[in-house]
């Protein structure tokens, strides 16, 4: 009856009646029942059979692995919601069956049709005429159009029937399907929202159909729709023991950190990092640990925590040393530099992006060396050697032009903005930098705007353009408190007082 889809007026008065604080409680349980009537009948009637125990706490011991026990009527096997979930389980034809259990191995939730699909092995029109027919029996939810999943109680049970009926080959499998079509899709996507991030890894084959996106906008909507899926595909992967799932973990958290670095997911970035770091320890590929590192080093620089990045970004040179991968060296110097930088170790840096720039043309990355000639900028600019810096910003500018890359363009535009800030050059280096903070919001890049803003904020202000400066402080506050990125919120802080007054 619809009523039996909530908690009746009746039995919540009576639950409240025993313990009147938790009255408001009386929703949880309903939660975690999904709403299901035997269920909901069931936790009411324990509830009320069980007068000491609080309505928080019963709710808990449902939410368990093992809470189908609090869902049961004491001596009457029959009156279960495990009995419940098997008359509807048992109705099903076989391939509908294993496509349920397989659902059951999801964390996220829930998954898009195709990944179902390349999951099962199946073609995507005949698994969604299975999920349709286990939406009929309640067995999934369809969360749009094209979504899919289950609720807890029901992707527990489904996960328990997959362990006692499907092979551990058969699970296996299954997950390094999904890998592969999510590592496949994200590989695309990337691509298309910052071209040269993955210059050096080959184009993943389509081993499955996956999603065609027409440009970078549809890229970069599909990656963070899908972001909690993948880094939780990934998460779960890197528990397993067999050698190809720990490798699909670590490709596809390699292809997904710099989406996540660069629109300013630094929690996800550190989930996923951990993840591919566990992952790669497990599998002794020391070059995917590096990566790794390399990874939980760079958020944690973003974010301010310069002990622990320099901890990862040493542990990432030392392999990267021993294992004489060139690239993967040179993208360890490029991102402890900016470090070693902040601690005053000039010479340091020099030397390091010297040997960076080496590596960088031996390998023929043209793109690498300009980034490069962007950072030699930063060094003789701070050094005093303006011509010289100028000469490394306008060269690197160039050449970021050349190869289409508007990130790049958007950091050699800034070191440009510092070199005219400081010879009194205010028009020129607003010009500049709202050039390259219009780059940035145009692809999205949120942790590069979060930095920019106070430096655009500034030039406003030494104009006498007060309310632009406030403006673009009270977003760029904004960004880094939503970002995490601490050090430069302290940045944005001290920039707003000097504002005000």
């Given at each position: 009856a619809p009523r039996d889809l909530h908690w009746s007026a009746r039995r919540q008065r009576q639950v409240g009646k025993r313990d009147s604080h938790e009255a408001g409680g009386a929703a949880e349980p309903?939660?975690?029942?999904?709403?299901?009537?035997?269920?909901?009948?069931?936790?009411?009637?324990?509830?009320?059979?069980?007068?000491?125990?609080?309505?928080?706490?019963?709710?808990?011991a449902i939410a368990q692995e093992d809470g189908f026990a609090s869902l049961e009527v004491d001596g009457d096997e029959s009156a279960s919601i495990w009995a419940a979930f098997d008359l509807s389980y048992l109705a099903l034809d076989p391939s509908a069956r294993r496509a349920f259990r397989l659902l059951g191995m999801i964390a996220s939730g829930n998954l898009p049709v195709p990944a179902i699909?390349?999951?099962?092995?199946?073609?995507?029109?005949?698994?969604?005429?299975?999920?349709?027919?286990?939406?009929?029996?309640?067995?999934?939810?369809?969360?749009?159009?094209?979504?899919?999943?289950?609720?807890?109680?029901?992707r527990r049970y489904a996960s328990l029937k997959s362990s006692a009926e499907d092979t551990a080959a058969d699970r296996q499998a299954a997950v390094q399907r999904l890998l592969?079509?999510?590592?496949?899709?994200?590989?695309?996507?990337?691509?298309?929202?910052?071209?040269?991030?993955?210059?050096?890894?080959?184009?993943?084959?389509?081993?499955?159909?996956?999603?065609?996106?027409?440009g970078g906008d549809e890229a970069l909507e599909w990656l963070e729709n899908e972001r909690p899926h993948l880094v939780a595909a990934v998460v779960r992967a890197a528990g397993q023991e067999d050698a190809e799932t720990l490798r699909l973990a670590t490709q596809l958290a390699r292809r997904l950190h710099p989406y996540l670095f660069r629109r300013g997911h630094l929690a996800s970035a550190i989930q996923l990092s951990n993840a591919a770091l566990k992952a790669a320890v497990r599998a002794s590929d020391a070059v995917a640990e590096a990566w790794a590192c390399v990874s939980l080093g760079?958020?944690?620089?973003?974010?301010?925590?310069d002990s622990q990045a320099l901890t990862w970004l040493h542990r990432a040179i030392d392999i990267a040393r021993v294992t004489k991968d060139s690239y993967l060296?040179?993208?360890?110097?490029?991102?402890?530099?900016?470090?070693?930088?902040?601690?005053?170790?000039?010479?340091?840096?020099?030397?390091?992006?010297?040997?960076?720039?080496?590596?960088?043309?031996?390998?023929?990355?043209?793109y690498g060396a300009a980034f490069c000639q962007l950072n030699l900028g930063e060094v003789h600019r701070e050094r005093g050697l303006s011509q010289q810096s100028r000469v490394s910003y306008t060269e690197g500018l160039?050449?970021?032009?050349?190869?289409?890359?508007?990130?790049?363009?958007?950091?050699?535009?800034?070191?440009?903005?510092?070199?005219?800030?400081?010879?009194?050059q205010l028009?020129?280096?607003?010009?500049?930098?709202?050039?390259?903070?219009?780059?940035?919001?145009?692809?999205?890049?949120?942790?590069?705007?979060?930095?920019?803003?106070?430096?655009?904020?500034?030039?406003?202000?030494?104009?006498?353009?007060?309310?632009?400066?406030?403006?673009?402080?009270?977003?760029?506050?904004?960004?880094?408190?939503?970002?995490?990125?601490r050090r430069r919120e302290a940045e944005y802080l001290r920039e707003l007082s000097v504002t005000l007054a």
């Open positions: 309903a939660r975690v029942c999904a709403c299901l009537p035997l269920a909901l009948r069931i936790a009411a009637a324990r509830l009320l059979a069980l007068p000491h125990t609080r309505i928080s706490d019963y709710a808990k699909a390349a999951m099962n092995g199946a073609a995507p029109a005949l698994i969604k005429r299975t999920l349709d027919r286990l939406a009929d029996a309640h067995l999934v939810e369809q969360l749009s159009g094209t979504r899919f999943g289950q609720h807890d109680l029901l592969r079509w999510y590592l496949g899709a994200a590989d695309r996507a990337i691509r298309l929202f910052s071209p040269f991030v993955l210059r050096q890894l080959p184009p993943v084959g389509r081993e499955a159909p996956h999603p065609e996106f027409t760079s958020v944690s620089g973003l974010q301010g925590r060296l040179a993208t360890c110097l490029s991102n402890t530099v900016d470090i070693w930088w902040r601690h005053g170790e000039a010479d340091r840096c020099e030397a390091a992006l010297q040997e960076e720039m080496t590596l960088r043309v031996g390998l023929g990355d043209r160039r050449a970021m032009r050349a190869v289409g890359d508007r990130y790049g363009e958007a950091l050699a535009l800034h070191g440009l903005w510092c070199l005219d800030l400081r010879v009194g028009a020129r280096a607003a010009c500049s930098l709202g050039d390259a903070a219009a780059i940035l919001r145009d692809i999205a890049n949120r942790s590069a705007l979060g930095y920019m803003l106070a430096d655009l904020a500034q030039a406003y202000r030494r104009q006498g353009q007060s309310g632009q400066a406030m403006s673009c402080l009270n977003e760029g506050l904004r960004l880094c408190r939503d970002l995490g990125m």
